[in-house]
């Protein structure tokens, strides 16, 4: 086993050049470099080897992500430069010694990743008898974003085997030493420090964190879970949040009433006509704490909302008011700083007939939405994430947000947005 604890950066990003200047940034702290999946599917072994030219003294390591044809895939990498090629832990068995074989053969080393196998810590055992030099603990992208992490199995898995264990999988300041303290001997790092404006400061706080075994605070480079999901939304804005959904969710044409102000929390759902504004104020009394009340007055321009009603839901703690329709009194909810989005401001109002109903699913700004959906709004405008799907939307909401820290670090340093995207070359293409 390693005496010090290492410290693997993970590049999966697309561009290559990209990828070396972030390694650039990070070499000082970090110990290993990884050829991530996305580099070498978008760069080929071109990749490896310029890893290497540039970083002769780091282990340079090549997630292949092997599924078959072990020794063929390991030579390849290897002979670009590789000292360890990464192997599916739930490919077949002669494929990793296979594997095994071919990188003695060549000088370099294996690595079997136990992304999605059952049973890891028998699988680690078996790996390891077939040659596997290093065994790995890997909860993917789309898992995290779910709320699944990985260090729950790193225990088990080092009980079973002899050889280092290494994780992946959303690891950051405060995820890193838990890992060392559960018995992985490496921890491989991506966002967390490829995200980062500065990606030496990162790479420097994870290292620091991982020989001390003290959690470092971090603000971002982490996933939520439901209890705190909410969080997690106040983070981002509805520009991330839309993006993450594919650019679905928004609600085109409600505006803010009061600009500046920004509300998360969940619907509870009112549908009226034009102009009653019944049961809508009814709502006020029926919602919880911290949810949002998401009226569908058929896009009227009468109001059925003004200044009583935001001071009432003010004071019973609803944290916004979303109307595809109208409200009055702008210039008093704006004094009162109270999230009131509409779709119109009129100064004339309508009359309490009770029509409607509360709790039903409702059309609001082109959009279906359900009493327990997400709703979050900020000067952009206001956008709906469904339920089921709220937890993954948050955390694959504040990935948009941290990619974009780091692109807009390097605009700041003289680059242009085509520049850092490439745009030209991942243009899609028109044969």
Same mark, same amino acid.
């Given at each position: ?51 290497? @030219? ?55 080393? $294996? ?25 790995? $603990? ?7 974003? @779910? ?20 994780? /992946? ?84 044409? $409600?505006?803010?009433? /009061? ?6 929390? @969940? ?64 210039? @008093? ?26 709790? /039903? ?71």
């Amino acid at each position: 086993m390693p005496e010090k604890p290492i410290l693997q950066l993970a590049l999966d990003i697309l561009n290559l050049d990209h990828a070396i200047e972030m390694a650039k940034e990070a070499q000082a702290s970090v110990d290993w470099i990884e050829a991530g999946t996305p580099l070498i599917k978008s760069e080929g072994m071109n990749a490896i080897r310029e890893l290497k @030219r540039n970083f002769p003294g780091h282990t340079i390591v090549a997630d292949m992500k092997t599924m078959d044809t072990g020794a063929f895939e390991t030579e390849m990498a290897a002979k670009a430069g590789a000292d360890i090629v990464c192997i599916l832990g739930a490919a077949d068995d002669e494929t990793i010694a296979e594997a095994a074989r071919s990188a003695k053969k060549y000088g370099a080393k $294996i690595m079997v990743d136990l992304i999605n196998t059952k049973n890891t810590a028998k699988r680690a055992a078996e790996v390891e008898k077939l040659g596997a030099d290093y065994v790995g $603990i890997h909860v993917g992208i789309d898992q995290q974003m @779910r709320g699944k992490s990985g260090l729950e199995a790193v225990k088990a898995v080092a009980s079973a085997v002899k050889i280092p264990v290494s994780v /992946a999988g959303g690891m950051n300041s405060e995820s890193a030493p838990l890992a060392i303290k559960s018995g992985a001997s490496i921890v491989v790092v991506g966002g967390a420090i490829t995200k980062a404006p500065h990606c030496g400061k990162a790479a420097e706080s994870i290292k620091k964190a991982m020989e001390s075994k003290k959690a470092a605070s971090t603000e971002l480079y982490k996933k939520y879970s439901g209890e705190n999901i909410i969080e997690a939304f106040q983070k981002v804005s509805t520009c991330n949040i839309s993006d993450a959904m594919h650019r679905k969710g928004a609600m085109p044409g $409600i505006r803010p009433v /009061a600009p500046g102000l920004k509300f998360a929390g @969940r619907a509870l759902t009112v549908r009226t006509m034009d102009g009653d504004w019944a049961k809508p104020v009814e709502a006020i009394d029926h919602a919880k704490k911290g949810e949002v009340l998401v009226i569908d007055a058929c896009a009227g321009k009468t109001a059925i909302w003004g200044e009583l009603a935001t001071w009432s839901a003010k004071m019973q703690g609803i944290a916004g008011v979303v109307i595809d329709g109208a409200a009055r009194d702008a210039d @008093r909810i704006r004094e009162m700083k109270f999230p009131v989005f509409s779709r119109y401001v009129a100064s004339n109002a309508g009359d309490p007939k009770g029509f409607g109903e509360i709790g /039903a699913e409702i059309i609001c700004g082109g959009q279906t939405v359900r009493s327990g959906d997400w709703i979050i709004g900020d000067d952009s405008g206001v956008v709906v994430v469904p339920q089921e799907q709220a937890l993954e939307i948050a955390n694959r909401s504040l990935d948009v947000l941290e990619q974009e820290n780091r692109i807009r670090e390097e605009i700041k340093r003289g680059s242009t947005l085509s520049k850092v995207l490439k745009l030209k070359k991942w243009e899609k293409y028109v044969g």
